[in-house]
């Protein structure tokens, strides 16, 4: 590789990482769920219990609420803050029946994590009671468990990212070849703002290696309609961009849903989107068949559940498809 | 057709600022389904559509699209404005539909391609 090469791979990284930290924190608080962040050892008395059962539970646990729930249904939640007006007011005794809070809000256990910090902002509570789909009391999230969670996927996600930029270019593409440019871009779900950015970058990164007009657009295209369904279709994922031994590759990964059938998704014409994202002018069904027309190399792999990866590649050596 | 024709044969309004008008485009396309505009619109063109949406902006930068013509007068939002202006993509609003539109800008190129 020429010391051009090094420093196009250098810079252009470097740039990723920048304009990719806000979307990593995004893309994170949108694919984690509730439940990915929830405590599941829950602490609860029944309806039965004294406000000073719940004052000695608390302290015990170190903790500042308690869900009063039984077989699973929650009735109402005694906060730190009864307990201080129970022993103000001289009745710590009774039952905290008589005392909790039973206008609950309440968080679901498959929201995202957006959800829940939405939560925080909008209603000052220190925490939120999670129910699964069933209405069952499944777990209590707090700022703190959010933010436990959140530091250690950065930290993997960081993991990641250096592992990936230490690995020699050549791990990629094979013993000998050369690599000229590697750009990896995030893309959000339902990011609309932002959508077509990555597209437009890759295009003109094109322009500056003097390649032709015409494979610009072709591989424009394919980055365009690539990075347009991980928008729309998926939970969210990566556009990458390489260039190498003269071929341009367009790869797009995603967390998922995945596709359940391949085939029928690559036909011209076939789309699951809503009428939401047809009114924004997608959603035509073209996606994946336009990609597949305009590159030289198209693969799809998909598993339910877990995601898809689609790859587009494109000679740069001039010869016309 | 220099861009002043196109505004002159849609009865037209620009919408974006700073526009260099001695500038011309070759072809035209019409279409308000994005992904057939980046399969299939020619470079050099005016787009005529009624999608007033930033994403619009997007594509025809990919494109190569110079002129959207924005039909049935509908307003263009102003982020939609502001990135046509940064990506050198002029908007005009024109009252016709996208067919009276269409049929026009034909004429206007001495035909149907």
Known sequence: MDSQSVNAVGSTVRKTEAEGDALVVMELIQRLKVRDVMTRNLVTLSRSATLREAQLLMRENHISGIPIAENGRLYGIVSIDDIIQALDGGYISEKCVSRMSTHLIVLEEDMPVSFALGFFENYKYGRFPVLSKDRALVGIVSQRDISRVMLYELTQEINRLERQHTRAPEDRVGEGAQLYMLREFPVVKYDFENAGKAANEIKRLLREQGVAARLTRRIAVAAYELEINICVHSNGGTLSFVISNGVAEVVARDTGPGIENVEWACRDGTSTANEWIRSLGFGAGMGLANTKRVADKFDISSTLGKGTTVYAAFRLDGAEK | ?113
């Open chain 2, 1 to 113: 057709m220099t861009f002043e024709e196109v505004r002159k044969s849609l009865d037209g309004v620009w919408v974006t600022d700073g526009l260099d008008d001695s500038q011309s485009v070759s072809n035209a396309y019409t279409s308000d389904l994005l992904s057939d505009v980046m399969g299939n619109a020619p470079d050099d063109s005016v787009l005529v559509t009624i999608q007033n949406h930033l994403n619009t902006i997007a594509v025809c930068t990919l494109a190569g699209i110079k002129i959207v013509a924005v039909c049935h007068d509908r307003d263009v939002p102003q982020d939609m404005k502001d990135a046509a202006e940064r990506e050198g993509v002029a908007i005009l609003r024109t009252p016709y539909d996208q067919f009276s539109a269409s049929c026009r800008l034909s004429e206007l190129c001495g035909g149907a391609r």
